[in-house]
């Protein structure tokens, strides 16, 4: 998004401007122009409809509701997209006041995974995934994650990737990984998840 944002600004600034010649524009003009049309793509990411999804085992350490010692992760869909308001409290912290990286790439897992669930419709088991950590995420902070598909690779796996995000939609944490995908009755035989928890998972993808 910041490099198409980026040439909008450009671009903005060029048509705009008698010179039509970004070089000749003053620092502050391009960062004034900037700023305004990151305030408004914003308020289009903010104004955009979200739907909630239910959740389904109310124990997972990622998104399960009940589980209080957990992040209790709940996830919305605007169709493209899934994300999770993030509530990152102390206990979660490593060093001084700084949110552990474990649990960091635990929530981009957690993201990951949902999306490859709910967009795929299908259930899937994590490959293998890399992390990388841009800027420190203090104790809390208010963040979110975002998961989208990148690339389905044949009909047994997909690449997906996550990053957890301020309101600026500056990126904290970023990820990409690779997930093994099985229809229910492979799952079913693999004996991963009860039978009732399956169904529940299924009614929750849409068709």
Known sequence: MKASL??????YICENYSTG?????SEKDIKHTKS??????????????????????????????EN?????????SNGERLRSKLDLPERFRGWSNLI???????ILDETMSWTAIY????????????VEFLRPVRVGMQLFSYGHIKEYLGKREVIVTAEIKDEDDMVYAASEGTFALFDKKQFLRMKIIPEQDLELM?????D
């Open 6 to 11: 980026e040439i909008l600004a450009n671009r």
């Open 119 to 130: 967009f795929s419709k299908k259930f899937i088991l994590t490959k293998g995934m890399q």
């Open 21 to 25: 010649n970004i070089e000749s524009c």
């Open 68 to 76: 209080s010692h957990g992040l209790q992760m709940r996830f919305e």
């Open 100 to 106: 552990h990286g474990g649990v960091l790439s635990t």
């Open 36 to 65: 305004k049309i990151y305030k408004i793509m914003n308020q289009n990411i903010a104004t955009e409809e979200w739907t909630l999804l239910a959740g389904v085992d109310k124990h997972c350490f990622g998104c399960g509701f």
């Open 202 to 206: 299924s009614s929750l993808i849409p």
